[in-house]
T-cell receptor, first 114, second 115 residues
């Protein structure tokens, strides 16, 4: 069974540009989570999508947005990039909304903002 | 809001020695607790989880953790360290009050295993 996949592996952008990160969950999983792992800030919850809808978001500005497609894959968009957006962005999926379901993580996309 | 504290951002152990990683959490309701491991340039892999029931939880790769409600702790142990255990370890709590299964992570503990 294929795991969570993310693309691209690395992404280099300059300040002010937009970045698009993609995530494909495990087959049969309907919920997708996005986390940011920035140096010195640890892992922080960004967004949660379930059944195509944004269900919850963390303490991030509106320029962090995304969507979930009918096949449950997801995109994370970061507009007006700032230097501090440089981080590893991790996507995770679970089969449903139950809180005891473990989250399965992808390998991440490393975003570098110059 | 829930929070997780991991004591020690770096831990160095000798191969064959006990690995002990400390995790304390704050939660107003019984939490679900997780330990994840992250190898260099990889995502997170679940080691073990506590939801309900037995407070001593066994995970993969010989790791185990004990949920102690009175101490609000969920420390991770492994009796004998192996070189392959060198990685970063994250304790996390599931926020049952918030919508969904949002995880709140501790700051992580990087483990170095000396031969």
């Amino acid at each position: 069974e294929a795991g969570v996949t993310q693309s691209p592996t690395h992404l280099i952008k300059t300040r002010g540009q937009q970045a698009t990160l993609r995530c494909s969950p495990i087959s049969g999983h309907t919920s997708v989570y996005w986390y940011q792992q920035a140096l010195g800030l640890g892992l922080q919850f960004l967004l949660w999508y379930d059944e195509g809808e944004e269900r919850n978001r963390g303490n991030f500005p509106p320029r962090f947005s995304g969507r979930q497609f009918p096949n449950y894959s997801s995109e994370l968009n970061v507009n007006a990039l700032e230097l501090e957006d440089s981080a590893l962005y991790l996507c995770a999926s679970i089969p449903g909304r139950s809180s005891y379901n473990e989250q399965f993580f992808g390998p991440g996309t490393r975003l570098t903002v110059l | 809001a829930q929070s997780v504290t991991q004591l020690g951002s770096h831990v160095s152990v000798s191969e064959g020695a006990l690995v002990l990683l400390r995790c304390n959490y704050s939660s107003s309701v019984p939490p679900y607790l997780f330990w994840y491991v992250q190898y260099p340039n990889q995502g997170l892999q679940l080691l073990l989880k506590y939801t309900t029931g037995a407070t001593l939880v066994k995970g993969i790769n010989g790791f185990e953790a004990e949920f102690k409600k009175s101490e609000t702790s969920f420390h991770l142990t492994k009796p004998s360290a192996h070189m392959s255990d060198a990685a970063e370890y994250f304790c996390a709590v599931s926020d049952l009050k918030a919508a969904g299964n949002k995880l709140t992570f501790g700051g992580g503990t990087r483990v170095l295993v000396k031969p």
